[in-house]
């Protein structure tokens, strides 16, 4: 079992800047790809960016050159710096890990962290 706990989101005013923290932890095996996703108020949940074991990052459209994703592999933690935050960056924000047990790959979610940006 593995468990992801984010942190960091709060209020900002927009251009401003927050950044996120998800750490995993349990019985972790091998953490393959990590990443964020998001959901808006009366929207489906979003993938924001995702980060592999070996470091290669991929961005949806509407955060490149604003968002940063990067990994801590000792710690077991996955970050994402905001940057030029907009009001439609709003939404509660999800961490996810794959995890590869035993052959098997799972997936898992941690339980999100409000990120408010007021215009």
């Known amino acids: 079992q593995v468990q992801l706990v984010e942190s960091g989101g709060g209020l900002v005013q927009a251009g401003g800047s927050l950044r996120l923290s998800c750490a995993a932890s349990g019985t972790l095996f091998t953490i393959n790809t990590l990443g964020w996703h998001r959901q808006a108020p009366g929207k489906q949940r979003e993938l924001v960016a995702f980060?592999?074991?070996?470091?290669?990052?991929s961005y949806n459209d509407f955060v490149k050159g604003r968002f940063t994703i990067s990994r801590d592999n000792a710690a077991n933690t996955v970050y994402l710096q905001m940057n030029s935050l907009k009001p439609e960056d709003t939404g509660v924000y999800y961490c996810?890990?794959?995890?590869?047990?035993?052959?098997?790959?799972?997936?898992?979610w941690g339980q999100g962290t409000q990120v408010t940006v007021s215009s």
């Open positions: 980060v592999t074991s070996r470091a290669t990052t």
């Open positions: 996810n890990a794959l995890v590869n047990q035993h052959g098997t790959v799972f997936t898992y």
